[in-house]
């Protein structure tokens, strides 16, 4: 994702702004401010922002009224609402009429960028269109035209509309994402929020918060109430990813709001109805973990009312010509490579691997090749070289870190590219973050403790790598 998020601050305290306005500049935000809500409303409803941030004490229109205003010309627009202790009760309102979510001062700056974070995957998750069929190498698209993938898009378009719940299933990286966001894209709901949760990156306890919401004091540590993604994607989409992740707690409990449309916060009585469509995913072979008795089975028909079959990439090699070009396009604009090329044995190569890692692989392969072949057409060699290098990884990460180093000493040496001292460095670093988090279950501070740094330190890097445990990815 190369282009540089808009953002829209509406704050009248002309020093707050100027200091929200240095963070988020900093953080690489491009950011317009307005000081009144009147005025930052109509900027809102006449650019293409991706998140908004407004106070909530504005002259001209109320944060509150902006929210419920810009909520209804534009509803797939993120809204984070700035409120002082105190008012809980409004900044809660303020999500029930569809801000993304609030911020109570005073707050840290990294809980704000952090949000931000979220909003922006969110914003982008909903409006960059997935297209879907022959010709296509926009920007996000579901290549491939085999007869399975066709079959895919038939599905598709007979479901997209009908308000089921769709179950997707394959192998990892196969491009279940990507389906979802068809699905969604094509539904009636397309106006309404697409709401997504990755089960598996967060921590069981609280999981079910974040799904179903909790009131204050329904646990220790619950200092106000909190509205949960089911409530949030009410008129919308719920993507649960990773499915076959859940407890056997949340699995029930999950049941039976698809049973009854109704949620009930952690600790709270009243009976939500709840009108969200729900699309699940998992790469998990259900079926063991039915006999296994790790998933329920009640749940499992619930779910599976609508299955998309999504195959691996070796069941339809043909559709990997097409699929390496559209790579080499989008990462030759990424690395400033006009025209990239391949040669025909090289494609053929490709189409004879087994891709246990399927298009995210096969994507990955393209990118390394492409930056070893440079300006040249990637020849055979090349990737036979990448395809190599990490097959030898897989056995052995720090074999993968000598193949960054040198793919980034041949780059440097060829004039391509400084500064591989800071660049290396980064990643074994954002890597080493990225495996001990995923092996603490997303628990900051166990991770923190194995690494021998401080929670902040976590924090920080997470953040900083973008490598969030909330179920929502930063960047494409
Ligand atoms: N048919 C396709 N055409 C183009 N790109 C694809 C296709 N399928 C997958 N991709 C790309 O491959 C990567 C992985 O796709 P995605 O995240 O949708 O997979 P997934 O099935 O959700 O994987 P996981 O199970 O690991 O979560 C993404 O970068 C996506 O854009
Ligand atoms: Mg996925």
Not at 138 to 151: E, L, T
Not at 202 to 231: D, K, Q, V, Y
Not at 418 to 429: N, Q
Request: net charge negative; charged share 25%.
């Amino acid at each position: 994702m190369s282009q540089r998020p808009h953002i829209l601050l509406i704050e009248d305290d002309a020093s707050a702004a100027a200091a929200l306005r240095r963070v988020l500049a900093d953080e690489g935000y491009a950011v317009a401010c307005e000081a009144r809500g009147d005025t930052g409303l109509l900027a809102a409803q006449q650019n293409d922002f991706e998140v908004v941030i407004t106070d909530l004490k504005l002259p001209g229109l109320n944060g509150l009224d902006l929210v419920r205003q810009l909520h209804v010309a534009k509803p797939r627009l993120p809204i984070i609402l700035i409120t002082a202790h105190g008012t809980t009760e409004t900044a809660i309102e303020a999500t029930k009429l569809g801000a993304y979510d609030y911020l109570l001062k005073p707050f840290e700056m990294e809980e704000l960028l952090d949000l931000v974070g979220r909003a922006v995957a969110s914003s982008r998750l909903m409006s960059q269109p997935v297209e879907m069929g022959e010709g296509l190498f926009a920007g996000n698209a579901i290549i491939g035209n085999s007869r399975m993938m066709q079959n895919i898009y038939k599905e598709i378009g007979r479901v997209a509309a009908k308000p089921v719940t769709v179950l997707i299933r394959g192998e990892t990286g196969t491009g279940k994402e990507l389906i979802a966001r068809a699905l969604y894209q094509h539904s009636d709901r397309c106006r309404a929020p697409f709401v997504a949760v990755n089960c598996a990156a967060i921590p069981e306890t609280l999981l079910e918060s974040e799904l179903f919401g909790h009131e204050r004091g329904a646990f220790t540590g619950a200092e106000n109430r909190r509205i949960g993604r089911f409530e949030q994607a009410n008129g919308g989409t719920l993507f649960l990813d990773e499915i076959g992740d859940l407890s056997s707690n949340t699995q029930a409990k999950l049941l039976r709001v698809l049973q009854e449309k109704y949620v009930h916060r952690l600790g709270g009585k009243e009976a939500i109805p709840i009108d969200a469509r729900v699309i699940a995913a998992t790469h998990r072979d259900l079926e063991t973990a039915l006999r296994e008795k790790t998933f329920r089975e009640d749940l499992y028909y619930r779910l599976s009312v609508v299955v998309i079959k999504v195959p691996a990439l070796h069941q339809r090699a043909e559709d990997i010509p097409d699929l390496v070009r559209y790579f080499m396009q989008r990462h030759g604009t990424e690395f400033d490579i006009a025209s990239p090329s391949i040669q025909t044995e090289a494609i053929q190569f490709l189409q004879a691997q087994p891709w246990p890692g399927n298009v995210r692989e096969l994507e990955n392969v393209v990118r390394q090749a492409l930056l070893l072949a440079g300006k040249y057409t990637i020849s055979l060699q090349h990737v036979q070289q990448v395809v190599a290098k990490i097959g030898e990884s897989a056995s052995a990460s720090n074999q993968s870190i000598a193949t960054g180093i040198s793919e980034y000493l041949v780059r440097a040496s060829q004039g391509e590219m400084t500064g591989v001292h800071g660049r290396v460095i980064e990643e074994v670093e954002r890597e080493l973050f990225a495996q001990a988090i995923q092996m603490a279950q997303g628990n900051q501070a166990r991770a923190a403790r194995w690494l021998g740094v401080s929670r902040i330190t976590m924090r920080e890097k997470l953040h900083r790598f973008g490598l969030h445990p909330s179920g929502e990815r930063t960047e494409d």
